[in-house]
Nanobody, 120 residues
């Protein structure tokens, strides 16, 4: 059984920072890519950032230059550092792990989500 557990969300003022973490546990052979998504109230889930095995990163235009993503392969953990936060960053943030988790077939696993609220 594979679990992804997220942490680090909360309430922050505009211009502030937060760091989200997502740790995978269980039967994990390799995680090819970690992806962060977010979903604001009344909106569809959107892609935010991705980091691959070789540490290549990509970001949505809306967060480029403000967010960074990193991974610790030894800990099967991914981090999303969010700086210069704006009210429009308010959403539930989800992590996704794609790789050989729980078996010999490539699969996606999702975290439970963590709330980020940017407000004064």
């Amino acid at each position: 059984q594979v679990q992804l557990v997220e942490s680090g969300g909360g309430l922050v003022q505009p211009g502030g920072s937060l760091r989200l973490s997502c740790a995978a546990s269980g039967s994990i052979f390799s995680i090819n890519a970690w992806t962060w998504y977010r979903q604001a109230p009344g909106k569809e889930r959107e892609w935010v950032a991705r980091i691959t095995t070789d540490a290549t990163t990509n970001f949505a235009d809306s967060v480029k230059g403000r967010f960074t993503v990193s991974r610790d392969n030894a800990k099967n953990t991914v981090y999303l550092q969010m700086n210069s936060l704006k009210p429009e960053d308010t959403a539930v943030y989800y992590c996704n792990a794609y790789g050989y988790l729980g078996g010999s077939i490539l699969k996606n696993y999702w975290g439970q989500g963590t709330q980020v609220t940017v407000s004064s």
